[in-house]
C-alpha cells in the first residue's frame, strides 16, 4: 500500500486491539469542514478511570470518572484540545499546554515541541502525538506531529512534523502504538491516510464503534466551518461522569 492509499479508519481501527490514543485531522469531502477526532484508550484501572469533558472557548479535558481510584494523575489528567485565535491544538498529553503558550508568544509548533520528547512511562517510552489546525479568511491547512523513542532504552527524542494542506475528504490519523503488547510498540511510519465523511455523526459512530470495546475510553469529534470558524462536536465517553 502506498502512501496515497485512502483507507476506511473502521478498517484500521477494527484490525488493532489498543492503537492507544490516536489523532485525526482532515477536510470533509464537501470541502466546507475542518475535521478532527481525538480518542483515548486504556488498560489499566487507573488509565480506563477518565472521562472528557468540554469547557468553554473550544477546551476538552480529561477528568478521573471516579476520584477515589486515581493512583497517578501525571499522564491521564491534561487538556488534549485548545484554541488560541484560528488555531486549534490536539494533542495526547500535557503538551497541549507547552503548544498553546509557544503559539501564544507568536512561537511555533515545532519550536513548542522541541521543548518536549516521549512520555517517562518506561518500558513503552509512549510517544506524543500533536497536531494544530489553522482555520482563517476561509483556508485551512494543518500540521501533525509524534515524539518517540531513538531506542528501546529511551536514551534520545526523535521529532516527525508533517505539514499537510486541506484535500476533500481526506484525513490522516496517528496513533500512538502499532498494537497491543508488553512494552507496548511505538507508532511506525507516516500518518495513515483516511477517509472523512460529511456528516460528524456517521464519523463518529465509525470511529467509536471500531475501537475495541474492553478498551476504549473517550471519543471527540469536532466538524469547524471553514468559512466563518463555527464549529459543531460530538462527545462519547464509555463511563457518563
Not at 199 to 223: G, H, Q
Request: with cysteine.
Amino acid at each position: 500500500m502506498s502512501a496515497l492509499d485512502t483507507m476506511k479508519i473502521s478498517d484500521i481501527l477494527s484490525s488493532c486491539t489498543y492503537p492507544g490514543r490516536g489523532i485525526v485531522v482532515g477536510t470533509t469531502p464537501d470541502g466546507e469542514h475542518a475535521v478532527f477526532a481525538y480518542f483515548i484508550m486504556g488498560r489499566s484501572e487507573n488509565s480506563r478511570n477518565r472521562v472528557f469533558v468540554e469547557k468553554a472557548g473550544g477546551k476538552i479535558i480529561t477528568a478521573p470518572y471516579d476520584e477515589s481510584k486515581v493512583k497517578d494523575p501525571s499522564l491521564i489528567i491534561y487538556s488534549p484540545v485548545k484554541v488560541w485565535g484560528d488555531t486549534t491544538i490536539v494533542t495526547n498529553g500535557d503538551q497541549t499546554d507547552t503548544v498553546y503558550d509557544h503559539i501564544k508568544n507568536g512561537k511555533t509548533f515545532e519550536e513548542a515541541l522541541d521543548t518536549r520528547c516521549f512520555e517517562p512511562d518506561e518500558p513503552n517510552f509512549t510517544p506524543r502525538i500533536s497536531a494544530v489546525l489553522k482555520v482563517a479568511d476561509g483556508k485551512y491547512t494543518y500540521k501533525m506531529s509524534i515524539l518517540k523513542s531513538a531506542d528501546e532504552k529511551g536514551s534520545d527524542c526523535m521529532r516527525y512534523t508533517y505539514s499537510y494542506p486541506s484535500l476533500a475528504g481526506i484525513g490522516t490519523f496517528i496513533h500512538t502504538y502499532m498494537k497491543d503488547g508488553n512494552p507496548l510498540p511505538s507508532f511506525e511510519g507516516e500518518p495513515e491516510r483516511v477517509a472523512v465523511d460529511n456528516d460528524i455523526d456517521t464519523y463518529t459512530n465509525e470511529i467509536w464503534n471500531s475501537l475495541n470495546a474492553d478498551n476504549k475510553i473517550s471519543l471527540y469529534v469536532r466538524y469547524i466551518r471553514t468559512a466563518d470558524g463555527t464549529y459543531t462536536s460530538r462527545l462519547i465517553n464509555k463511563y457518563e461522569k
